[in-house]
């Protein structure tokens, strides 16, 4: 039983990868389980579109006499009867109604991929916040240490330099400020973690990620993004209708046939066919709204594509100007400030520069607490980026 436990709680903690977690959420969402119920449900509408309408079927009795209606010999118009109706769509319509169907489906399923793309965008915005979160803890954390060491020296100085007693109040406050700032941190991961648990449809306790690996991108363009898809299936689908509506000036055709059974009179059969009459131009008034429709559907097509792409190229600025920040800081100036740091802690030792080291110490965490910003904003402009591109990777 005591195994069971010591599993049951480190399975708990184990943490999940991120590919692992948007594939959970890929396979779970409910969300995006009804949006394939729905493509399914086109898929069905797809192999009935070319059913004929059912046949009609009718049985009667013709004539009955009101002063004799249980004589049926009385005259040639009393008869049974029993005739059959099919209606036949004029050529092609069939055909097209079918194409329509299919670009139905096709406009759901690209609606699906959107859905899809939207769910990945968002889990991984959540995962950065939570990225973010934590590496500032990891900080937090470190300086707290280094604070709580800096007050145990300053004490040691306090007995003979009154001058320190300031700068202990110093270090005091910061280590005050860091505990706040650590308890409110972690507050904020477990609202994230709730975030992602919902996104995955299962529970997370701890991701384990590479915070430098996740930023690393290779752009392909926006033609796969989703929305613009479904504006491209949706144009065929009006092409489509266009066509379709373009035969509504052929008149479906209607063929009938019947027998007639009469008592002391010869039966007989009738055949006949009817169709409607378009000859008040209701076909062409709709021909002319469909093609307005393409219009509208092919300039908004357009302008998504010029918005997609305006915001593509304004991403690449922001994410280069992002590396190029994390550069400086990196290789300019944590190096120049570790050297200070350095510095001011020899000094420290001697009693000489002890004044200086709270102040150099603050700078660091800074410039630390900066430069995992600046990473988890290169991480969420490469997730914008992979949604704008319609990737999921």
Same mark, same amino acid.
């Given at each position: 039983?005591?195994?069971? *436990?010591i599993f049951i709680l480190s399975a708990s903690?184990?943490?999940?990868?991120?590919?692992? @977690?948007?594939?959970?959420?890929?396979?779970?969402?409910?969300?995006?389980?009804?949006?394939?119920?729905?493509?399914?449900?086109?898929?069905?509408?797809?192999?009935?579109?070319?059913?004929?309408?059912?046949?009609v079927l009718k049985i009667g009795i013709n /004539?009955?006499?009101?002063?004799?209606?249980?004589?049926?010999?009385?005259? =040639?118009?009393?008869?049974?009867?029993?005739?059959?109706?099919?209606?036949?769509?004029?050529?092609?319509?069939? /055909?097209?109604?079918?194409?329509?169907?299919?670009?139905?489906?096709?406009?759901? %399923?690209?609606?699906?991929?959107?859905?899809?793309?939207?769910?990945?965008? !968002?889990?991984?915005?959540?995962?950065?916040?939570?990225?973010?979160?934590?590496?500032?803890?990891?900080?937090?954390?470190?300086?707290?240490?280094?604070?709580?060491?800096? @007050?145990?020296?300053?004490?040691? %100085?306090? &007995?003979?330099?009154? !001058?320190?007693?300031?700068?202990?109040?110093?270090? $005091?406050? %910061?280590?005050?400020?860091? +505990?706040?700032?650590?308890?409110?941190?972690?507050?904020?991961?477990?609202?994230?973690?709730?975030?992602?648990?919902?996104?995955?449809?299962?529970?997370?306790?701890? &991701?384990?990620?590479?915070?430098?690996?996740?930023?690393?991108?290779?752009?392909?363009?926006?033609k796969k993004n989703p929305k613009l898809i479904?504006?491209? $299936?949706?144009?065929?689908?009006?092409?489509?209708?266009?066509?379709?509506?373009?035969?509504?000036?052929?008149?479906?055709?209607?063929?009938?046939?019947?027998?007639?059974?009469?008592?002391?009179?010869?039966?007989?059969?009738?055949?006949?066919?009817?169709?409607?009459? =378009?000859?008040?131009?209701?076909?062409?008034?709709?021909?002319?709204?469909?093609?307005?429709?393409?219009?509208?559907?092919?300039?908004?097509?357009?302008?998504? $594509?010029?918005?997609?792409? !305006?915001?593509?190229?304004?991403?690449?600025?922001?994410?280069?100007?992002?590396?190029? +920040?994390?550069?400086?800081?990196?290789?300019?100036?944590?190096?120049?400030? $570790?050297?200070?740091?350095?510095?001011?802690?020899?000094?420290?030792? !001697?009693?000489?520069?002890?004044?200086?080291?709270?102040?150099? *110490?603050?700078?660091?965490?800074?410039?630390?607490?900066?430069?995992?910003?600046?990473?988890?904003?290169?991480?969420?402009?490469?997730?914008?980026?992979?949604?704008?591109?319609?990737?999921?990777?």
């Amino acid at each position: 039983m005591k195994l069971l *436990l010591i599993f049951i709680l480190s399975a708990s903690l184990f943490a999940e990868s991120i590919e692992d @977690i948007v594939k959970t959420a890929l396979k779970n969402n409910p969300n995006l389980k009804s949006i394939e119920e729905l493509v399914r449900l086109k898929e069905t509408k797809t192999k009935r579109s070319k059913n004929l309408q059912n046949p009609v079927l009718k049985i009667g009795i013709n /004539d009955l006499r009101l002063d004799n209606p249980s004589r049926r010999d009385l005259e =040639p118009m009393q008869s049974e009867y029993i005739s059959i109706k099919q209606q036949f769509p004029y050529f092609g319509k069939r /055909d097209l109604n079918k194409r329509l169907a299919i670009s139905e489906k096709d406009i759901t %399923f690209a609606n699906y991929l959107e859905a899809k793309n939207y769910l990945v965008k !968002s889990i991984y915005l959540n995962i950065t916040d939570y990225i973010e979160i934590n590496e500032s803890l990891k900080i937090f954390n470190k300086y707290i240490d280094l604070t709580k060491q800096s @007050i145990d020296l300053y004490r040691s %100085f306090s &007995i003979t330099n009154d !001058s320190s007693h300031l700068f202990l109040m110093k270090s $005091e406050l %910061f280590l005050t400020n860091l +505990k706040t700032k650590t308890v409110d941190y972690n507050s904020k991961l477990e609202e994230i973690l709730q975030n992602i648990s919902y996104l995955a449809s299962k529970k997370i306790v701890k &991701i384990d990620y590479d915070i430098n690996h996740l930023s690393k991108i290779d752009f392909k363009g926006v033609k796969k993004n989703p929305k613009l898809i479904a504006l491209s $299936e949706k144009i065929r689908y009006q092409k489509h209708k266009i066509a379709r509506v373009k035969l509504d000036n052929f008149s479906d055709f209607a063929i009938e046939a019947g027998y007639y059974r009469r008592d002391n009179f010869q039966d007989y059969i009738s055949l006949g066919i009817s169709f409607s009459l =378009p000859i008040y131009g209701t076909e062409n008034i709709r021909l002319e709204e469909e093609k307005i429709k393409k219009i509208s559907l092919s300039m908004k097509k357009r302008d998504f $594509e010029n918005y997609l792409l !305006s915001r593509l190229a304004l991403l690449k600025i922001r994410y280069d100007s992002l590396k190029k +920040k994390i550069e400086l800081i990196e290789k300019e100036s944590l190096p120049k400030i $570790e050297h200070m740091f350095e510095l001011t802690n020899a000094g420290v030792i !001697s009693g000489s520069t002890l004044f200086k080291y709270i102040d150099t *110490l603050e700078r660091r965490f800074d410039l630390e607490l900066k430069l995992i910003k600046f990473k988890a904003q290169l991480i969420r402009t490469k997730a914008q980026i992979l949604w704008l591109e319609g990737r999921t990777q």
